[in-house]
């Protein structure tokens, strides 16, 4: 998921790569943390893209005309795809996709569960705000990998059609409705704290994942810079709302 200006990923994208971002991936995986660590973000990637594909799916029902729905199954589908490659990867680096999927399954499950939309607009906006979040977080990420798994983690992570798609649904209904606005904006809200204190979780309970975000094997980042990635997370949601004509 895209935002128009993507700001969480432009202040970190022009840097030069140094340390192990300089590397391809034949030279960074002799490195078996960060090899545990790529497993791990690959594979949470992998999850995260297979859930997004039957999310879609389920949304697609909600969907209020024929071309709507058309629209969210073709958007799966790009989702699937995505999820085909990340497989594909972890296989090619010797890794079990399913056993690397595992240890976030519950997490993510839990975060659609506490945050299963109650409708089509719901569902429109969590798509936005909430997968926009996740691949603001794997992008931050995306600038410490080695150069192949940087490329691939960037190509998953392309635009499925859905943000533009949303924003023009939600705006139109705002425009229709203005009461909608309000009840809407306080999902977004709750979506943004929700998606937060996964990714958090997520990251506190892998031990190669936080030490790639801290600085142990991931050159570049620290404790200072882990708190500037989330405040450009926040920032890049802020513009998301407007997008929507939501306040933030």
Same mark, same amino acid.
């Given at each position: 998921? $895209?935002?128009?200006?993507?700001?969480?990923?432009? *202040?970190?994208?022009? %840097?030069?790569?140094?340390?192990?971002?300089?590397?391809?991936?034949?030279?960074?995986?002799?490195?078996?943390?960060?090899?545990?660590?790529?497993?791990?973000?690959?594979?949470?990637?992998?999850?995260? $893209?297979?859930?997004?594909? $039957?999310?879609?799916?389920?949304?697609?029902?909600?969907?209020?005309?024929?071309?709507?729905?058309?629209?969210?199954?073709?958007?799966?589908? *790009? %989702?699937?795809?995505?999820f085909e490659r990340l497989r594909d990867r972890l296989t090619a680096i010797d890794a079990e996709p399913t056993a690397a999927m595992e240890p976030f399954a519950k997490?993510?499950?839990?975060?659609?569960?506490?945050?299963?939309?109650?409708?089509?607009? %719901?569902?429109?906006?969590?798509?936005?705000?909430?997968?926009?979040?996740a691949s603001d977080f794997y992008r931050e990420v995306a600038v410490r990998l080695d150069s192949d798994t940087r490329a691939l983690v960037l190509a998953v992570l392309?635009?499925?059609?859905?943000?533009?798609?949303?924003?023009?649904?939600?705006?139109?209904?705002?425009?229709?409705?203005?009461?909608?606005?309000?009840?809407?904006?306080?999902?977004?809200?709750?979506?943004?704290?929700?998606?937060?204190?996964?990714?958090?979780?997520?990251?506190? $309970?892998?031990?190669?994942?936080?030490?790639?975000?801290?600085?142990?094997?991931?050159?570049?980042?620290?404790?200072?810079?882990?708190?500037?990635?989330?405040?450009?997370?926040?920032?890049?949601?802020?513009?998301?709302?407007?997008?929507?004509?939501?306040?933030?």
């Amino acid at each position: 998921m $895209e935002t128009p200006d993507n700001a969480a990923a432009s *202040a970190t994208a022009a %840097e030069e790569p140094t340390g192990i971002a300089a590397l391809g991936w034949a030279e960074a995986s002799a490195e078996p943390q960060y090899r545990a660590a790529v497993v791990d973000l690959l594979g949470a990637l992998a999850y995260g $893209e297979l859930a997004a594909f $039957e999310r879609l799916a389920e949304d697609a029902k909600l969907a209020p005309t024929l071309a709507d729905k058309a629209e969210l199954a073709k958007m799966a589908s *790009a %989702e699937f795809h995505h999820f085909e490659r990340l497989r594909d990867r972890l296989t090619a680096i010797d890794a079990e996709p399913t056993a690397a999927m595992e240890p976030f399954a519950k997490a993510l499950d839990d975060f659609h569960r506490q945050t299963a939309p109650s409708d089509w607009l %719901e569902g429109l906006v969590k798509a936005y705000v909430g997968d926009s979040i996740a691949s603001d977080f794997y992008r931050e990420v995306a600038v410490r990998l080695d150069s192949d798994t940087r490329a691939l983690v960037l190509a998953v992570l392309d635009d499925t059609g859905h943000g533009n798609f949303a924003v023009e649904k939600v705006r139109a209904a705002i425009e229709a409705d203005p009461r909608v606005g309000g009840r809407l904006a306080l999902w977004a809200r709750r979506l943004m704290g929700e998606a937060l204190s996964q990714a958090q979780r997520v990251v506190a $309970e892998r031990d190669a994942l936080s030490t790639m975000l801290v600085g142990g094997v991931a050159d570049g980042f620290d404790l200072a810079a882990v708190g500037e990635m989330f405040s450009r997370i926040t920032k890049a949601h802020t513009k998301r709302m407007a997008a929507l004509g939501l306040a933030a």
